[in-house]
């Protein structure tokens, strides 16, 4: 088998290794901003868990290597306009936008809603990179150029779709997860609750679709907001994804696995999943070892050091049925810190 090298050595990379070590498949994350020679082989795979990193010595061995999975998709995506005009020409339904360019900037948000939310084109995650605009507001002349504007929408929830597909085309894919962001960041997800099977199609269709065009392999995510019980598609990462860590222990194949096994060309079946799962991170905050006396609870610990509002591991809470996972939740809110109890009424909520 292959070595997959990861660009990156944060959580993303070192989860791949973690699930690479059972099959003793070799997982080396590395530093792509590193000015040093990395070594890499011919026979090597190269994979992603960031999107962005420099022009340096081991930065350039990487984009350069002749197996850097993904080159066109990641192209596509890194950059928010090309994205979603990737979207609008698979006819993916996203929100209304445009690219922001030099001339009345007013006259080009109002163009879009009265409400828009102007994002970075390149670089921005955990809602970095956002500005909120209505009608009557003062445009900033930086945005030019930089930005595009898509309209603010009303949603009633976020769910996303993880899904992977191999060289020969097969595409495999987990059911809908819900998402709860705050400020941009990702709280909390509740996976495996039934959906409508228009939506869980409808999902599977675009992200198949999208994957198709790029000729893409491995793991891809796409976030979405629910309008009125429709999707509407928010973004795409080409990489594992936050709101796919349940599937670590909520299913018997985790999205890191389903990774390995799309670049490794080994067998893609259809990842089982049994119970339900609730997974939340740890934003800014550590663990404590007595929430492992609660059933079905995974603590999973980056190693980073924390600061406020950093995401530093997260938790997630399996169980085969709702009514276990409500207790599981229950037991484990009376024991975390105040300002995490939110994430688990949200939870909660969700199961009701
Ligand atoms: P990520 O960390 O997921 O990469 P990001 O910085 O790329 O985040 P987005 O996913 O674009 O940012 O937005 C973050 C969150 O902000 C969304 O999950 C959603 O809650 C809210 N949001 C973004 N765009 C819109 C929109 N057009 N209408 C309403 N809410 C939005
Ligand atoms: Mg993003
Ligand atoms: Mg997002």
Redo the contacts with the bound molecule.
């Keep these: 088998l292959p070595r997959i090298v990861v660009a990156g050595n944060g959580q993303l990379g070192q989860m791949l290794q973690q699930a690479g070590a059972p099959m003793q498949l070799d997982v080396m994350p590395v530093d792509p901003n590193g000015d040093i020679e990395l070594g890499l082989r011919p026979d090597d795979v190269i994979t992603v868990e960031i999107e962005h990193w420099s022009d340096s010595v081991s930065g350039l061995q990487l984009k350069q290597h002749p197996n850097f999975r993904n080159k066109v998709a990641l192209h596509m995506v890194i950059d928010r306009q090309r994205q979603k005009a990737l979207l609008d020409r698979l006819q993916v339904p996203t929100?209304p936008w445009v690219s922001l360019e030099d001339g009345d900037l007013n006259a080009q948000l109002e163009s879009v809603a009265d409400k828009?939310?102007v994002?970075r084109r390149r670089g921005?995650?955990?809602?970095?990179?956002?500005w909120r605009w209505q009608k009557g507001d003062q445009a900033e002349a930086e945005w030019a150029g930089e930005c595009i504007a898509?309209?603010?929408?009303?949603?009633s929830h976020?769910v996303s779709l993880v899904g992977a597909r191999n060289a020969a085309g097969e595409k495999v894919f987990y059911p809908l997860t819900r998402?709860w962001?705050e400020n941009?960041?990702?709280r909390a997800s509740v996976a495996n609750l039934p959906v409508p099977a228009e939506q869980q199609q409808n999902a599977e269709e675009w992200l198949g679709r999208i994957m198709d065009d790029e000729g893409y392999i491995g793991v891809m995510a796409m976030?979405c907001?629910v309008v009125d019980g429709k999707l509407l598609v928010?973004?795409l990462?080409p990489r594992v994804h936050?709101s796919g860590h349940w599937t670590q222990e909520g299913s018997a194949i985790s999205q890191f696995q389903l990774h390995l096994r799309a670049l490794a060309d080994l067998p893609l079946i259809t990842p089982p999943v049994d119970g339900v799962s609730v997974m939340y991170n740890l934003l800014g905050r550590n663990w404590k070892p007595e929430w492992l006396q609660v059933p079905g609870v995974h603590v999973h610990w980056y190693g980073k050091e924390i600061r406020p509002g950093r995401k530093v591991g997260h938790v997630n809470i399996c169980r085969p049925d709702v009514a276990s996972l409500i207790d599981s939740l229950k037991a484990l809110q009376a024991l975390v810190d105040d300002e995490d109890k939110i994430a688990f009424e949200w939870s909660l909520a969700q199961l009701q």
């Design positions: 929100s828009v939310i994002k921005g995650y955990d809602g970095r990179g956002q898509e309209a603010m929408i009303p949603f976020e998402n962001h941009g960041i990702l976030e907001f928010n973004e990462a936050n």
